[in-house]
């Protein structure tokens, strides 16, 4: 059996506004937002702390709790408190 998933184009102007900082060589580096800041986002969206970085995820974990995904962050926080 096959799954079918969705993928989303983004536009690359977009994925530009990334957070990036200058590592010692002299080049750009992409930054993850720290845990702290993306529990008071996501308390604040859904009044709890449940995301997880989008590499951190498998398709059929998406399918099982309804979700909102941050792509410039990569980011998925999910609408339920815990896992369905």
């Not at 720290?34 to 969206?45: F, M, N």
Request: aromatic share 8%; charged share 30%; hydrophobic share 35%.
């Amino acid at each position: 059996m096959t799954e079918e998933i969705d993928i989303i184009w983004i536009p690359e102007e977009e994925t530009k506004h990334s957070l990036t900082v200058e590592n010692a060589q002299g080049v750009n580096e992409l930054v993850d937002l720290p845990a702290s800041t993306v529990d008071r986002i996501c308390k604040k969206k859904f009044g709890h702390t449940n995301w997880a970085r989008m590499g951190a995820i498998f398709p059929e974990e998406l399918g099982r709790n309804p979700h909102e995904i941050d792509y410039l962050e990569g980011i998925v926080y999910f609408k339920n408190s815990r896992m369905v």
